[in-house]
């Protein structure tokens, strides 16, 4: 059984892309088949997987998309990364096949098809989305069993969770019904300010009723700046800080729902 988990926020720079890849490689370490989906045109799940030239890549997400379009045979061009985790990378060339799926019939449901075809090879497939609610994060909540929700802990982070949510419920009506959320994971924390425990405490008061909300908060740390330069995860690059300490506890607690 293969669990499709979409990484999902409209809001930029709240930790998404860090997020896949260091649950992503957690899993792995875990012994678990995982294949990461950049689904940003920015690439930069691709970049920080070491992969430093998306836009020469033959085959992306981009043009996995145009064949299934186009009903042909999908290419393969799944890198490899040396921590165990599979790729399939993302370059500007989604921007306009975004816009050409407008005119597509089942539009929400051409990265369902993919993902469909790759199920039997994994056991966790990683969507990291685009910061927007456009077609394409649409796609990829029309074939996730859950998403999950990285969200600043900052007030005005919070702005917007109440957008997230609402298009979540409609995708849940209207495309996929299994849909659920994964949980809300609170990042760049700073634990020592009152302004950050403010912000949890508003999170759980606010959601806690209806979203799970995980255990485990991401701290602050530039440890966590340098790893998208170094195309490692940080379980590599600072193996015993306080950061690879909080993605392992967050992958315990996604394997963890599976035995709920
Ligand atoms: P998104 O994918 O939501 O746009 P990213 O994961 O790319 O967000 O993170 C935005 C920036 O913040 C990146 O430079 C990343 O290295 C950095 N970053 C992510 N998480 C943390 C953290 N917990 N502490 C410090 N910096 C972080
Ligand atoms: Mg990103």
């Not at 997230?164 to 959320?181: A, E, G, P």
């Not at 990042?187 to 302004?195: D, F, G, Q």
């Not at 170094?230 to 015993?240: K, L, N, Q, T, W």
């Amino acid at each position: 059984m293969c669990k499709v988990i979409a990484v999902a926020n409209m809001k930029g720079g709240v930790g998404k892309t860090t997020t896949a890849v260091n649950l992503g490689i957690g899993l792995a370490m875990q012994g678990k088949r995982v294949l990461l989906l950049d689904c940003d045109s920015q690439g930069s799940l691709t970049s920080s997987l070491g992969f430093r030239k998306p836009s020469v890549l033959e085959t992306s997400i981009a043009t996995i998309m145009a064949a299934v379009i186009a009903e042909e045979e999908v290419p393969d061009g799944i890198l490899h990364h040396p921590e165990g985790v599979d790729l399939v990378p993302s370059n500007e060339g989604l921007k306009g096949i975004e816009l050409a799926l407008v005119n597509v019939m089942s539009r929400e449901l051409v990265l369902k098809e993919y993902v469909s075809q790759m199920k039997n090879d994994y056991d966790y497939i990683l969507i990291d989305c685009m910061p927007s609610l456009g077609l394409m994060t649409i796609n990829a909540l029309a074939c996730a069993d859950s998403v999950l929700i990285p969200v600043q802990a900052a007030k005005l982070a919070l702005e917007g969770l109440q957008e997230l949510l609402r298009t979540i419920s409609h995708i849940r009506k209207k495309i996929n019904q299994r849909l659920k959320i994964e949980g809300i994971l609170l990042t760049m924390v700073n634990p020592r300010t009152r302004y950050a425990r403010e912000t949890m405490e508003m999170l759980r008061d606010s959601y806690g009723e209806n979203v799970h909300i995980f255990q485990e908060y991401i701290p602050y740390t530039v440890r966590l700046e340098e790893t998208p330069a170094e195309g490692i995860s940080i379980y590599r690059h600072d193996s015993r800080g306080k950061a690879a300490m909080a993605y392992q506890a967050l992958t315990k607690e996604v394997l963890d729902h599976e035995n709920r």
